[in-house]
């Protein structure tokens, strides 16, 4: 059974540019969380969807984030413009609702923001 | 609100020496409690988990035991290896607002030298 897979593994910008982050959960996962650790911080949660539903925003940081789950499969987390912080890992985790407390994480995006 | 605090790092053993890594929390209700592990160069995978008081969650030769009195859930390995070198996240879990989203601790680096 495939993992959580994250695209990309990294990716550098310069301030004010876009960029789109993917996260594809485990196959028949309906809940989808995103978190990120900034430098020297706490892993923090952002959101999470219930198939394409967003159960809980409470953790984004702003109206330059977006978060879209399209179909109830993967995510995509949009930071429109980039600021120098949001710099830091974006992880993405999905759990299946017979379990919903084992969060199976992927291997993190790290986003630089120059 | 919720909160995990756990030492800081990093820590340094020698192998075959005795790990613990001491996890507090304050939550509102019943949290589930997890440690996670992320591996040089890997993403966040689950070590262990207790839903429960007096739970004790063990793999790998790690454990942790759930206490509700104390709100503790310190980690603990009595003989670490070279390949236990990590950062460790303690965390929580509380299903109250629907969510269960993970509330992590600031992470602990160990190093174990040969």
């Known amino acids: 059974e495939a993992g959580v897979t994250q695209f990309p593994s990294h990716s550098v910008i310069e301030k004010g540019q876009t960029v789109t982050l993917r996260c594809d959960p485990i196959s028949g996962h309906d809940n989808l969380y995103w978190y990120r650790r900034v430098m020297g911080k706490e892993i923090k949660f952002l959101l999470h969807?219930?198939?394409?539903?967003?159960?809980?925003e409470s953790g984004m940081p702003n109206n330059r984030f977006l978060a879209e789950r399209t179909g109830g499969t993967y995510s995509t987390l949009k930071v429109q413009p980039a600021e120098l912080e949001d710099s830091g890992v974006y992880f993405c985790a999905s759990s299946h609702s017979g379990d919903r407390n084992t969060q199976y994480f992927g291997p993190g995006t790290r986003l630089t923001v120059l | 609100g919720n909160s995990v605090t756990q030492m800081e790092g990093p820590v340094t053993l020698s192998e075959e020496a005795f790990l613990t890594i001491n996890c507090t929390y304050t939550a509102t209700g019943y949290p589930s409690l997890f440690w996670y592990v992320q591996y040089p160069g890997e993403g966040l995978q689950l070590l262990l988990k207790a839903t429960k008081a007096d739970d004790k969650g063990s793999n790998k030769g790690f454990e942790a035991t759930y206490r509700k009195e104390t709100t503790s859930f310190h980690l603990e390995k009595g003989s670490v290896q070279v390949s236990d070198s990590a950062v460790y996240f303690c965390?929580?879990?509380?299903?109250?607002?629907?969510?269960?989203?993970?509330?992590f601790g600031k992470g602990t680096k160990l190093s174990v030298i040969p």
């Open positions: 969807f219930v198939k394409e539903s967003k159960q809980d």
């Open positions: 965390a929580l879990s509380y299903s109250g607002a629907g969510s269960y989203q993970l509330t």
